[in-house]
């Protein structure tokens, strides 16, 4: 009897041999910080839209690193006794199984509550939450790739505050994510990677209103002397202007987008 073959299916070759490449005569030369393709105050690119749920009052996707978040927000909506003279803000994270490494758990494995907590801290002042008494906005954050926890938590702040903005709720300003760290060679990095994360002695994530000049919230690892605090704030504000410009031209062309759809329909 011949066995089911379904043409629909494209069959796997019985055998896989993984490349071989050889090895570099010299390895590439590079400061102590190990950096070679931006400097120590750049930041990594970063792809944003807006937009992309369509069943959501607003959404946002990011790129950066190696993080990838989708982000959808619902409301303002009537919330449930016990009512509040100003609306209220939900946040929720969740990471896809695939997400990091190991894998986690389907469905019943949630990140720790202070994630939330950060983000929410970082969003309220951008918020014109007295503007919606009796009503509640709901951010629902989904990690679909991560490296570090203060790569995730400063990407999902720029991405949360551009789907609010994309919601159409009324903000004092885009609030963006910067995260700077002091390496044991006494270097200042900016939006460091999770390998370079191993070897700090210090490290801030500042959550900023770049327009204003205002910070959010502050949260800072580690010993350091005041003046390198100072530096290193100074340096992540830097980087938050570049990142609300990104931020904010994602916004305008989702807009013209959604523009021209309506004039085409």
């Known amino acids: 009897m011949a066995t089911a073959f379904d043409r629909r299916r494209?069959?796997?070759?019985?055998?896989?041999?993984?490349?071989?490449?050889?090895?570099?005569?010299?390895?590439?030369?590079?400061g102590p910080s190990k950096?070679?393709?931006?400097?120590?105050?750049?930041?990594?690119?970063?792809?944003?839209?807006?937009?992309?749920?369509?069943?959501?009052?607003?959404?946002?996707?990011?790129?950066?690193?190696?993080?990838?978040?989708?982000?959808?927000?619902?409301g303002p909506r009537p919330k449930a006794p016990p009512y509040t003279p100003q609306g209220t803000l939900n946040l929720e994270i969740k990471f896809a199984p695939f997400a990091s490494d190991p894998r986690r758990a389907p469905l019943r494995d949630t990140e720790p509550i202070h994630l939330s907590q950060l983000l929410t801290q970082s969003l309220i002042p951008a918020i014109q939450l007295e503007q919606f008494p009796?009503?509640?906005?709901?951010?629902?954050?989904?990690?679909?790739?991560?490296?570090?926890?203060?790569?995730?938590?400063?990407?999902?702040?720029?991405?949360?505050?551009?789907?609010?903005?994309?919601?159409?709720?009324?903000?004092?300003?885009?609030?963006?994510?910067?995260?700077?760290?002091s390496n044991k060679n006494g270097q200042i990095l900016v939006d460091p990677e999770e390998n370079e994360e191993k070897d700090q002695s210090g490290k801030l994530l500042i959550g900023v209103l770049p327009a204003l000049g205002k910070l959010t919230n502050l949260y800072m690892e580690g010993?350091?002397?005041?003046?390198?605090?100072?530096q290193?704030?100074?340096?992540?504000?830097t980087a938050s202007r570049d990142t609300h410009t990104v931020l904010a031209q994602s916004l305008l062309e989702g807009a013209q987008e959604r523009g021209l759809s309506g004039e085409d329909d």
């Open 10 to 30: 494209i069959p796997a070759p019985e055998v896989s041999i993984p490349p071989i490449y050889e090895p570099l005569d010299e390895e590439p030369e590079a």
């Open 35 to 74: 950096r070679v393709d931006r400097g120590n105050e750049e930041a990594r690119p970063i792809f944003l839209k807006t937009g992309l749920i369509s069943q959501a009052n607003g959404s946002g996707y990011i790129e950066s690193g190696g993080v990838k978040i989708a982000c959808s927000v619902y």
């Open 134 to 181: 009796k009503s509640s906005i709901d951010i629902y954050l989904l990690i679909l790739e991560s490296d570090s926890t203060s790569n995730v938590i400063s990407s999902g702040l720029t991405v949360a505050s551009s789907a609010i903005a994309d919601a159409g709720i009324p903000m004092n300003g885009l609030s963006t994510g910067s995260i700077v760290i």
């Open 223 to 230: 010993e350091l002397e005041i003046d390198q605090a100072i």
């Open 232 to 237: 290193m704030i100074e340096q992540a504000i």
